[in-house]
């Protein structure tokens, strides 16, 4: 696999019990890069990102066809553990989903979990709500209730929690929907500072967003990738003319 | 292809009244044009000053049009077509004004020539204005129907006024040489013919832009295909 791509999607088909949710897929995500996925609701945007870190497995009756290399490996094959595929592949939530715990809790909770080397976990502590720009805001409220922190500090505290486990993949599903404009702004921002160090792959209903912060964007429509493309390409001059309609407001 | 309505009817119809107003600010410039040359060649100053008078009401429209533009930009947002239909109205929009200003131009210097007697009968300069007038006409139909060929047809016609201007220019050389008494009515008339030619740049440059707006590639700096076969 070419040492720029990170994820590579080969025929990939995905059913909720008969109905196909995605007709065979084939991309390749680029390494720290921030990919848009984006198209009307039940394109199969969101079924498709988390078909990335297995979190579609907790969905009965679903099946997966195809092939999803991560690191030259299929991450449907039966020796993999999606437990550690989704340590390496992060993921936060339309909602900010703090546990009811507090702010350093909330960050040390993964790492606590999965490592037996827990004298670093200040340091983690601090190096995580600082990757999320959150540190200033908080350092003094550590053992306070994540729960009383803003929405938009709430999102960055989740940001913050999925990179305390060091993975190289970050998906995010539509992270600043429940935003206010300087929420969303510090967010964005702050994608824009994970990348250099991290992939991100973002679900997003905003056409602007997708423009301001995405380097490639996939549009999909009825399950199908209908064009990936450099981000300024599809905004400025797609090739195919359902994603113009749809990017323009046209469609329906 | 017929494009697709947007969803938005509100939107639908902003960028159809842009649309509009550009044509009907294009068959301003293009009457005025006719008519500074219509005071020219008839010889009739009347004509001139309304040219110089209706001005304002074109000045008014560009600004009007750049408004609405920037509304749009602000916010709508526009994307992929709809963005380059934006940028392209307003380079429209000032191609278009600047236009009028040289047909402001050439009724001036008609209501000078009208006061003097006349140099010589008028062959070249009704010519290129039909030709500009119609470059003009056409580079907006070109816009209005996403018509690439005819976009392309007013750039090689930019060539044909470049050529009427030089020949007029040397043509008007020799009457000065002649006699020095025609210096001042032949540099005259070398401007009108210049504003001529200038007007025909600004078509060439709608033309460009309609390009652009129909296929995102800049064609601006590009030498037409006439002008590739045809080398100076």
């Known amino acids: 696999m070419d040492s720029n791509i990170i994820i590579k999607l080969s025929n990939v088909n995905f059913y909720y019990g008969q109905s196909r949710a995605l007709t065979d897929i084939s991309m390749n995500f680029r390494k720290n890069k921030v990919t848009a996925l984006i198209g009307p609701s039940g394109c199969g945007k969101s079924t498709l990102l988390r078909l990335l870190n297995r979190m579609n497995d907790l969905i009965d009756d679903t099946r997966v066809e195809g092939e999803i290399l991560f690191e030259d490996k299929n991450i449907y094959a039966s020796d993999v553990d999606p437990v550690e595929i989704r340590r390496k592949i992060g993921m936060v939530f339309q909602k900010p989903n703090p546990f009811p715990k507090t702010i350093y809790n909330n960050i040390a909770y993964g790492p606590k979990l999965t490592s037996t080397n827990h004298h670093d976990l200040d340091a983690l502590v601090e190096q995580s709500l600082k990757q999320a720009v959150l540190w200033d805001e908080v350092k003094d409220l550590l053992s306070k209730s994540a729960m009383n922190l803003s929405g938009g500090q709430q999102q960055r505290l989740c940001i913050a929690r999925a990179l305390a486990m060091k993975p190289d993949i970050l998906l995010m599903d539509e992270p600043t929907s429940a935003l206010d404009p300087i929420s969303t702004a510090k967010i964005e921002e702050l994608i824009e500072e994970l990348k250099k160090n991290y992939t991100i792959i973002i679900v997003t209903h905003n056409m602007q967003q997708a423009a301001r912060i995405s380097d490639e964007t996939a549009f999909f429509y009825i399950g199908n990738l209908v064009e990936y493309n450099k981000t300024e390409k599809i905004f400025t001059k797609p090739d195919v003319k359902q994603t113009e309609d749809y990017i323009t407001g046209r469609f329906g | ?232």
Do not use: W
């Open chain 2, 1 to 232: 292809m017929e494009e697709k309505r947007h969803t938005s009817s509100h939107y639908e119809k902003e960028l159809q009244e842009i649309k509009n107003g550009l044509i009907f600010l294009g068959a301003l410039t293009e009457k005025a044009i006719l008519l500074a040359m219509k005071s020219l060649s008839e010889r009739d100053s009347d004509i001139a000053h309304k040219v110089i008078g209706a001005d304002d009401e074109l000045d008014k429209l560009d600004t009007e049009l750049e408004e609405r533009c920037i509304k749009v930009l602000a916010l709508r947002q526009p994307t992929a077509i709809d963005l380059r239909f934006i940028t392209t109205a307003i380079k429209i929009t000032g191609h278009l004004e600047r236009i009028g200003d040289m047909a402001v131009n050439i009724a001036e210097k008609a209501i000078q020539l009208n006061a003097e007697p006349q140099l010589k009968p008028y062959m070249d300069l009704p010519r290129m204005a039909d030709i500009v007038a119609e470059m003009i006409k056409n580079s907006l139909d070109s816009f209005i129907r996403n018509d690439l060929s005819m976009a392309e047809k007013v750039r090689q016609a930019e060539q044909v006024t470049d050529d009427l201007n030089e020949q007029i220019f040397r043509e008007l050389l020799t009457f000065m040489m002649e006699d020095s008494h025609s210096i001042h009515r032949s540099l005259m008339i070398m401007q009108v013919s210049k504003n001529l030619e200038r007007i025909a740049d600004h078509a060439k440059g709608i033309a460009d832009m309609v390009t652009y707006m129909v296929t995102g590639e800049c064609v601006r700096h590009q030498t037409c295909e006439l002008e590739e076969k045809e080398p100076a």
